[in-house]
Each structure stands twice: as structure tokens, then as C-alpha cells.
């Protein structure tokens, strides 16, 4: 099923993009001219009449659309799970006095020690997907990882107590 989006040109004004979701409701972005955002949502009957609108900063338009995207991602990998016996997903913190502040990804040696699948890295409000070795943790980073539970077990000790040098 595809979902339907909509542009719209305001003349003086800007953009309007508006989501139509399978209910009938419509929700909408409007982008002005300006740079200011709008989140706006539409009357049931009227997909003209904007019922609320709240003005969005750069920051919580951002804000906004890694937390939509931050959801989707575990969502779908939650759906995975689901789909594959014995797999499951797991969120590791880094704490800031973790060992691995500062270090790379790849010096851990996870995927090799443990056969888990490091898929994201959430990073204040933002989503960093697929890292690769080259990837420097940050104190707060929160791993998101697949794989058994025997494998995610070892990941948590090797963040959380692991010899940096493998």
C-alpha cells in the first residue's frame, strides 16, 4: 500500500505537504517561505480547515522527524523479531564513563565476538543507521543491536565491562 502525499503551492506563502492517512485524516507540513515550519491538522470534512497548527523551530522539526524515524526503526525491527525465531532486538546504553567513549565500533570486535548485529546507534534525538567500524561512540549513545540471546548477552558485558582490546 502506498502512502498518499500531497504538495500544494501557496502563492506568498510557501509549501504545503500534507500526509492522507488510511483513516481519511489528514495531517500536514507547511514550509514557509521564510524557513518557519507549521505541523497542521485538518478538519474531518474540510481537508481545507486547519483545526490546529502548531509552528515548529529547526530543532523540533528535527526533533519531530528522528523521533517518527526512531519509532519506525524499532518498530520494523521489532517486526523482524516477530518473523525470526530466536532473534531478537535490544537498546545498550553507553554511559558516559563507559570504557568506549571515544573509541571506535569497530575495536570492540561485537559482530565477530558475539555474532550480533550492531543496526543503529540513537545519538540525542538523532537516528545513526547502520554504523561502521570507524563509527566513535559518545557517553549517552545507545546501541541498538540484533541478534540470540546468548549473543546480545555478550554484547551487554563487552559495552559494559569488556576489555577494550578484545
Known amino acids: 500500500m502506498r502512502v498518499r502525499v500531497e504538495q500544494t503551492a501557496l502563492p506568498g506563502i510557501g509549501i504545503r505537504h500534507d500526509l492522507v492517512a488510511t483513516s481519511g485524516r489528514r495531517v ?3 514550509t514557509h517561505r521564510n524557513g518557519q515550519r507549521d505541523l497542521v491538522l485538518y478538519d474531518d470534512d474540510d481537508p481545507d480547515a486547519c483545526i490546529a497548527s502548531i509552528a515548529l523551530t529547526d530543532d523540533e522539526a528535527e526533533a519531530l522527524a528522528d523521533l517518527l ?3 519506525l526503526m524499532l518498530g520494523q525491527l521489532a517486526g523482524l523479531r516477530q518473523q525470526a525465531a530466536g532473534l531478537l532486538t535490544e537498546q545498550i546504553a553507553i554511559p558516559a564513563g563507559s ?3 571515544g573509541r571506535r565500533l569497530g575495536e570492540t570486535k561485537a559482530r565477530t565476538r558475539t555474532s550480533v548485529s550492531i543496526v ?3 545519538r540525542d534525538r538523532e ?3 547502520s554504523p561502521g ?3 566513535g561512540f559518545e557517553g549517552g549513545d545507545v546501541v541498538v543491536a540484533v ?3 546468548r549473543g546480545l548477552d555478550g554484547l551487554t ?3 559494559a565491562n569488556g576489555d577494550p582490546d578484545g
Open 28 to 30: 500536514g507540513v507547511v
Open 69 to 71: 524515524g526512531a519509532s
Open 99 to 101: 570504557q568506549w567513549v
Open 120 to 122: 543503529a546507534v540513537l
Open 127 to 129: 537516528v545513526i543507521a
Open 133 to 135: 567500524p570507524e563509527f
Open 147 to 149: 541478534g540470540t540471546r
Open 157 to 159: 558485558e563487552i559495552l
